[in-house]
């Protein structure tokens, strides 16, 4: 069975740093982009970061230049390195697959595979 699990939420005081992790297992993980995509509380889906198979980035611009997302396909797993954290950027971050560029990355619809979640809050 194919699972993503996110791990590496927690709480931080503003400019502060927090490293996710996603593990994929049960599909062939290095043929996949990964995607983060974030939730505010009482708002909608945000993709913040993706990372090609072959490792090109692309951020938003919400968090360019803070964020970097990286992969180790040896390890089944991709990196958000959030750094200069801010109280907007408090949600529940998720890791997502898909085999190719997704039309629409705030549609949890587009994507093949979903995680569970990691809580990340950032204090003022």
């Known amino acids: 069975q194919e699972h993503l699990v996110e791990s590496g939420g927690g709480s931080v005081q503003a400019g502060g740093s927090l490293r996710l992790s996603c593990v994929g297992s049960?599909?062939?993980?290095?043929?996949?982009?990964i995607y983060w995509v974030r939730q505010a509380p009482g708002k909608g889906l945000e993709w913040v970061s993706a990372i090609h198979p072959e490792g090109i980035t692309v951020h938003a611009d919400s968090v360019k230049g803070r964020f970097t997302i990286s992969r180790d396909n040896a390890k089944n797993t991709v990196y958000l390195q959030m750094k200069s954290l801010k109280p907007e950027d408090t949600a529940m971050y998720y890791c997502?697959?898909?085999?190719?560029?997704?039309?629409?990355?705030?549609?949890?619809?587009?994507?093949?595979?979903w995680g569970q979640g990691t809580q990340v809050a950032v204090s003022s």
């Open positions: 997502a697959a898909g085999l190719k560029w997704v039309r629409d990355p705030n549609d949890r619809e587009e994507y093949t595979y």
């Open positions: 049960g599909f062939t993980f290095s043929m996949y982009w």
